[in-house]
Each structure stands twice: as structure tokens, then as C-alpha cells.
């Protein structure tokens, strides 16, 4: 049995959470709550970056999505989430960066608005990581023919996109900006995996 520490509304913790589920892996994992905010937080025993996702294993520790995704990818063996041949792999990598660079971005927006004392909020900051969000947007909607499988690009693009539901309702409307990625999420976020996974529930 594998542990993650996890918090349900971080959207790097969903895609591992969906991913494991894409490859029959959810009911592997034990499930660990853990707040990195607070001041008893003991993530550093799992991971001295304090952030979530870690996962444990018998093989070690394997902090940040990407590795986690990518050990279950090998520990399962099939399907191929994240493919070896070449091309393939590439066009995944390329979707897959330009969806984590996104909530990352809008990660740090958050980060930045809700947990700094406002007096010491700085909006340069906030319209630069909204500017990364914006460009990520519109890269996708011109991939939107990389998106027509489930690997990790697509599920991370999809939970890039949950977490702007979930956070930026009343700041982007993303859905104006990228009809076509709307519509491609209004699908894909019919998944299982997406459904278990909502933040909000």
C-alpha cells in the first residue's frame, strides 16, 4: 500500500489522483489529509519542500506530481498514460508543460491574494501570473487536437481547468477565451475519475 499526502483542493494532487485512477491504481493508495499551512504541519517527514503531493513507497519517497505520475505509469505497466514512443511522448510532454505551468500559475495567484496580508498583496505580481494563465489558455485552444486521448497531458489540461473553476469563477471567464477547450472539458470532466475527484465536493 502506497501513501500520498494530499489536499483535496490542490489540483497537483488531482491529477495524481485522477491519474491513478486512469490506471487502476486508485485503490492502492492510502490517502493521508495534510494541511502544509498550518504551524504543526509535519510534511517535511515526507517531504522537506513542504508541499503535497508525496507519495510513499517501498521503493521511497516521490514528491511533485510528475513523479508520482510517472511511478505509477511504471508500477502499473499498462495502459501507457505517458508513452514511450517518441512522437507521442513529445506531443504529451509539450501539452503537459504548458497545463502545469498554468496551475502553477494560478496556484501562486492564489497563494499570493489569499494567504499574504493584503497590504502586502502586489498586483504586478498577480497580473503576471494571470498573464501566464491567459497564454496557457490560449496555447491549449490552438492544441485542442492533442487533447482527443486520456494521458497526462490531457488530464492534467483538465485539471488546470477544474482548479479555474473552482478558484477564478469571479475573476476569468476562461470559457469566452477557449470555446473549444470549454467544450472539450465539458466531456472530459464527465470522467469518473474527474467526478471523484472535484474539489468541490
Given at each position: 500500500m502506497m501513501?500520498?499526502r494530499?489536499?483535496?483542493?490542490?489540483?497537483?494532487v488531482?491529477k495524481?489522483l485522477?491519474?491513478?485512477?486512469?490506471?487502476?491504481m486508485?485503490?492502492?493508495?492510502?490517502?493521508?489529509?495534510?494541511?502544509?499551512w498550518?504551524a504543526?504541519?509535519?510534511?517535511?517527514r515526507?517531504?522537506?519542500?513542504?508541499?503535497?503531493p508525496?507519495l510513499?513507497?517501498?521503493?521511497?519517497?516521490?514528491?511533485?506530481?510528475?513523479?508520482?505520475c510517472d511511478?505509477?505509469?511504471?508500477?502499473?505497466?499498462?495502459?501507457?498514460?505517458?508513452?514511450d514512443?517518441?512522437?507521442?511522448?513529445?506531443?504529451v510532454?509539450?501539452?503537459?508543460?504548458?497545463a502545469?505551468?498554468?496551475?502553477?500559475a494560478?496556484?501562486d495567484?492564489?497563494?499570493?491574494?489569499?494567504?499574504?496580508?493584503?497590504?502586502?498583496?502586489?498586483?504586478g505580481?498577480?497580473?503576471r501570473?494571470?498573464?501566464k494563465?491567459?497564454?496557457?489558455l490560449?496555447?491549449?485552444?490552438?492544441?485542442?487536437g492533442?487533447?482527443?486521448?486520456?494521458?497526462?497531458?490531457s488530464?492534467?489540461?483538465?485539471?488546470?481547468?477544474?482548479y479555474?473553476?473552482f478558484?477564478?469563477g469571479?475573476?476569468l471567464?476562461?470559457?469566452?477565451?477557449?470555446?473549444?477547450?470549454?467544450a472539450w472539458?465539458?466531456?472530459?470532466?464527465?470522467?469518473?475519475s474527474?467526478q471523484k475527484t472535484?474539489?468541490?465536493?
Amino acid at each position: 500500500m502506497m501513501k500520498l499526502r494530499y489536499a483535496k483542493t490542490s489540483p497537483f494532487v488531482r491529477k495524481v489522483l485522477v491519474f491513478a485512477d486512469e490506471v487502476g491504481m486508485a485503490d492502492r493508495i492510502e490517502l493521508a489529509p495534510t494541511d502544509v499551512w498550518t504551524a504543526d504541519t509535519d510534511i517535511a517527514r515526507d517531504n522537506p519542500l513542504g508541499k503535497v503531493p508525496a507519495l510513499v513507497t517501498r521503493e521511497g519517497t516521490f514528491v511533485g506530481s510528475f513523479a508520482c505520475c510517472d511511478y505509477l505509469e511504471r508500477r502499473n505497466g499498462a495502459p501507457k498514460l505517458i508513452p514511450d514512443d517518441l512522437k507521442a511522448r513529445w506531443r504529451v510532454m509539450q501539452v503537459h508543460g504548458l497545463a502545469d505551468g498554468m496551475m502553477e500559475a494560478a496556484v501562486d495567484y492564489i497563494i499570493e491574494s489569499l494567504r499574504r496580508p493584503q497590504e502586502y498583496v502586489y498586483p504586478g505580481y498577480l497580473d503576471r501570473q494571470m498573464a501566464k494563465i491567459v497564454g496557457a489558455l490560449d496555447a491549449l485552444e490552438a492544441r485542442l487536437g492533442d487533447l482527443a486521448g486520456v494521458d497526462l497531458g490531457s488530464i492534467t489540461t483538465g485539471c488546470a481547468l477544474g482548479y479555474l473553476d473552482f478558484r477564478f469563477g469571479d475573476k476569468l471567464d476562461w470559457r469566452a477565451r477557449a470555446p473549444g477547450l470549454a467544450a472539450w472539458y465539458a466531456d472530459f470532466a464527465k470522467r469518473p475519475s474527474m467526478q471523484k475527484t472535484r474539489p468541490d465536493v
